[in-house]
Every structure is written in C-alpha cells, then in structure tokens.
C-alpha cells in the first residue's frame, strides 16, 4: 500500500498540522513516511500545503506532480489541486471553503462539512481532525489507534487533556464524510 495526498487550504486551518499527525500515525504503524510542507509568507491567512506519502515499502521521492488523494479547504486549493489527482483517486473538500464543487467524472469525491461541525461541537480548534477522520473513513491509510498514539507523541504534553476532543472529532468527520 501507498498514498500520495495533498492537503491543502489557508494558513491557520491546521493544514501543517493534519500533515504531521498522519505523518506521526504512520510512523506509530513501522510505515515509511514522508511530511513536506509547503507555505507563503503569512502563516495566518496565507495559503499552506503539506504532501504526505503512507507506504509499506520504501519511498523513492517526495517530491509528487500527480496524488492518489487531494484535501482541499478552499476555492483555491482546489482549483489548484483538483487537476493532479490521479485518475480513480480521491478528492476531498470541505463544503465550507468551497464555492464552486469539483467537476471531474473521473475521481472520486466527498464532501465534509467540517466546518459545520466543528461549530456544533463549539470548538474550531478540532477543524483539521474532523477532516482527518473523514480521510480515515474512505482511505484508512492508518488506524485510529495509530491516530491516537501519534497525538500523544506529537502534542505536547500540557496538550493531552485534548486528546479524547481530538478524538471524538475524528470519530465525527468518519459519520459526516459523504460521496458526492
């Protein structure tokens, strides 16, 4: 197994984050994983992506020009990313940050009114991990006992009273993640 994915979206939407958790994950399962973030100057507001590769085997490159699987926060990002999935890949969106939904007949697509959710659940903080769980739903790259373990090694540990928040929030995007 290997997945290539993009994530991306505006600075601020813990789009570095996402990435170096499921970075974190994989390495919690002995996969082979690569974490490149990518960001503009303004690291609130400004537009940020992070590539990450989940691989059983070893990983030749990190650098990608197609991806098995796209998350995309914001009209932007997706206009930029919906044409480099691959073909029969994934791409994922959150209905919030999108005007304008993904037109390709080819992949596969799901919305995640992350969003949303996050609002009903009174905690935006816990955006990023609803659309982490969302991607765990339709491509399990890791598990979520993975997820788990890799919070608690990646947070710091003032931060892990959050951890249970963080995974009632995963466990929320699994239930809203919903194919277009």
Not at 153 to 178: D, F, W
């Amino acid at each position: 197994m290997k997945k290539e994915i993009i994530i991306s979206g505006f600075g601020g939407q813990g789009v570095l984050s996402m990435g170096k958790i499921l970075a974190y994950s994989g390495l919690m399962e002995d996969k082979e994983i690569t974490w490149m973030p990518a960001y503009g100057p303004e690291q609130r507001g400004g537009t940020a992506n992070v590539t990450v590769i989940v691989s059983d085997d070893r990983i030749s490159s990190p650098i990608l020009s197609k991806y098995d699987v796209a998350i995309v926060l914001n009209q932007p990002s997706l206009d930029k990313f919906e044409p480099k999935v691959k073909p029969g890949g994934i791409l994922i969106y959150d209905g919030y940050g999108v005007i304008s939904p993904p037109k390709r007949k080819d992949i596969t697509v799901y919305r995640v009114n992350a969003m949303d959710k996050a609002a009903e659940m009174k905690n935006a903080k816990v955006f990023n991990m609803i659309v982490l769980g969302g991607l765990l739903k339709v491509c399990p790259v890791v598990s979520t006992d993975g997820l788990k373990k890799a919070l608690f090694k990646s947070l710091p540990e003032r931060h892990h009273g959050l951890i249970p928040l963080n995974m009632q929030a995963v466990e929320e995007g699994m239930k809203i993640i919903a194919q277009q």
